[in-house]
């Protein structure tokens, strides 16, 4: 690749969930290994799973685990465009880290010029700043309805003058016609920029698919790039997905000799990437659960975020879960909510200015001595501070909720620092008799000071992290996936590509 002179690489897919942003994180660190300052970037991402920069912006979290392969600080601009989907026609609009309002995907898609030059406007910013922008795309690029309005796929392609390799996923059948047939429905000029093809996610014998790769580039002229092997030993946060060996409304009951943890799986449960390191933990049987059912076994209940707290909290009641919960914790069992999870545990959540629905108040759970009013201002902070026995804590805050502890509670956390301003404030609440607990901080699980103290409280024995260790698993699956990939993408070619594409 030329020095000096900045490019970009676009990834689209055939389809959602056909591994483009893996894709993505696993080129940018395999270009970060080459020495070449790279960042990624998504025009739009459509995510309730989200992230707080250093600035105090709100971006998706599929973008920070490109940024964390690039090893560079995550940015609003890689993501400037973000929908949060709080109703099944609805989102809230974020751009460039801040939310604008809410639209329905019909408003939404009528005009989205403005949203477009203002992606722009990040796009050209990366460029200025990094050797190489690698582009992901969302969903299918050949959604042939919605491509006079689509600026995510090809336009964004158009407008970094970048070359586009398509990614298919062999693993949900029928890779010759998603691709094949992506290419026969979308319009010329973009048809002439798509310079080759990965093929994902496969099982068995690579030279079994010999004669489906020849058949592939002799029908449609350009080469496949890359045949890319389904992989189950690498760590890697999924974009909107859960970790695969996420347990969700299990037959079996908890497990003897480990630590059992429940979460409840919400309608609009967000940020669920907080439980990650519990459910790849070997001590720990972690279980999503949808279907009320007793809680007994259990050491400790999780009531996750959501994007719509009070709509989450009546099906809870709807479908039968305030019973379980509320004789979990009478039978001292632990819970923890976490931002809108901890809003539900308190008396009563007030939506006076409809931000989340339409207007008005929902009795909580009771567990709490807390009452929530969501307000019109959104909290985008990046906070550390300290429990009460000084444990550390270091995570991120989204929440529209401002909420106000009565007597029978105490604080949580010791804030420190926002947005890297020093500062004394609180968050959180805590029940008098320590078992109900509930923070606005999203991500402490991630940090082995507050998980090991936490895990250690539900079982002495439960053997203590490092986090100098956890740091550096983390980078060590970066290097796995760069690896993986690289073993089986054709980087010579794509190199070429970068180079003579004009």
């Not at 609009?93 to 030059?117: C, P, R, W």
């Not at 010999?210 to 580039?217: S, V």
């Not at 501070?385 to 805050?397: F, P, R, S």
């Not at 890297?420 to 991630?446: L, V």
Request: with cysteine; glycine share 10%; charged share 25%.
């Amino acid at each position: 690749m030329k020095k000096n002179e900045s490019k970009a690489l676009c990834l689209l897919g055939t389809g959602s969930d056909v591994g483009k942003s893996v894709v993505v994180a696993a080129l940018c660190r395999i270009f970060k290994n080459q020495g070449i300052s790279v960042a990624p970037y998504k025009a739009q991402n459509m995510s309730n799973n989200s992230y707080v920069t250093l600035e105090g912006g709100e971006m998706g979290r599929a973008q920070v685990v490109q940024a964390e392969a690039c090893k560079i600080e995550p940015h609003t601009d890689m993501n400037p465009v973000l929908l949060k989907p709080n109703t099944d026609l609805g989102s809230q609009v974020v751009l460039h880290g801040h939310a604008i309002g809410n639209a329905e995907a019909s408003e939404y898609f009528k005009d989205t010029k403005y949203l477009f030059g203002k992606a722009n406007e990040s796009l050209a910013r990366l460029k200025g700043q990094y050797d190489l922008v690698v582009i992901e795309g969302a969903g299918s690029c050949a959604e042939v309805n919605l491509r006079s309005r689509d600026f995510v796929n090809f336009e964004t392609a158009h407008a970094a003058d970048a070359p586009v390799i398509i990614i298919a996923d062999i693993d949900r059948g029928g890779v010759f016609a998603q691709i094949v047939g992506s290419l026969e429905v979308i319009p010329e000029r973009d048809r002439k920029r798509v310079a080759g093809f990965i093929i994902n996610k496969f099982r068995g014998d690579a030279s079994l698919f010999d004669d489906g790769i020849n058949y592939l580039e002799e029908k449609t002229g350009l080469p496949v790039l890359g045949l890319i092997p389904y992989y189950r030993h690498i760590e890697i946060d999924p974009e909107d997905g859960m970790p695969l060996e996420t347990v969700i409304d299990p037959p079996t009951r908890p497990l003897p000799g480990k630590i059992n943890i429940a979460a409840l799986r919400l309608p609009h449960i967000s940020n669920f990437t907080d439980f990650n390191p519990l459910i790849r933990d070997e001590h720990i049987s972690f279980h999503y659960l949808s279907k009320p059912r007793s809680l007994d076994g259990y050491d400790a209940l999780m009531i996750p975020g959501t994007k719509n707290v009070r709509f989450d909290l009546q099906w809870l009641k709807d479908t039968g879960w305030e019973k379980p919960i509320h004789d979990f914790a009478k039978n001292g069992g632990r819970i923890l909510g976490v931002c809108g999870g901890y809003q539900m545990l308190g008396k009563q959540v007030h939506d006076p200015f409809g931000i989340e629905g339409d207007p008005g108040s929902s009795e909580g759970f009771g567990l709490l001595d807390i009452e929530t009013t969501l307000e019109k201002e959104k909290v985008l902070s990046r906070s550390q501070g300290n429990l009460a026995d000084g444990t550390y804590i270091d995570g991120y805050e989204i929440h529209m909720g401002q909420t106000r502890l009565g007597s029978d509670a105490v604080p949580m956390v010791s804030v420190k620092s926002r947005n890297q301003s020093d500062m004394e404030d609180s968050d959180g609440a805590i029940s008098k008799d320590g078992k109900i607990e509930g923070s606005y901080f999203h991500g402490f699980f991630d940090f082995p000071d507050f998980r090991n103290r936490y895990l250690q409280k539900l079982s002495p024995t439960y053997p203590a992290e490092d986090a100098q260790a956890a740091a550096a698993f983390k980078q060590t699956q970066y290097d796995l996936l760069a690896e993986h990939f690289e073993q089986h993408l054709d980087m010579d070619k794509i190199s070429v590509i970068l180079n003579h594409h004009a």
